[in-house]
């Protein structure tokens, strides 16, 4: 079971850190992902922690953001900085274990946490 949290309301070039809980399996078993969908919008691949510590951002969102795992909270973090209103979506982490390389494709993931809102405003 996943669990996102950290979502909320910013001004543009603000920050937040999204955080993925996983309760009743390790993250060091799954990659696990973030997405992203936006009102009108296709779900988006945001970022990934591979199982084994790969790690790959998508290119709208590189530089800006930054994705991490803290084991002993069993917890993949989201470091959101610079956001712009194009980031407002609400997020979803989620877990697969597909090999490496197709961390980007959200039909491969078998668990999703119930997502988390941003907004970043003008």
């Known amino acids: 079971q996943l669990q996102a949290s950290g979502g909320g309301s910013v001004q543009t070039g603000g920050s937040l850190t999204l955080s993925c809980a996983a309760s009743g399996g390790s993250v060091r078993r799954y990659t696990i992902g973030w997405f992203r969908q936006a009102p009108g919008k296709e779900r988006e691949f945001v970022a990934a922690f591979g199982w084994s510590g790969n790690t790959k951002v998508a290119d709208p969102v590189k530089g800006r953001f930054t994705i991490s795992r803290d084991n002993a909270k069993n917890t993949v973090h989201l470091q959101m900085n610079s956001l712009n209103p194009e980031d407002t979506a609400v997020y979803y982490c989620?877990?697969?274990?597909?090999?490496?390389?197709?961390?980007?494709?959200?039909?491969?993931?078998?668990?999703w946490g119930q997502g988390t809102q941003v907004t970043v405003s003008s």
């Open positions: 989620a877990a697969t274990t597909v090999v490496w390389g197709r961390e980007a494709q959200e039909n491969d993931y078998t668990y």
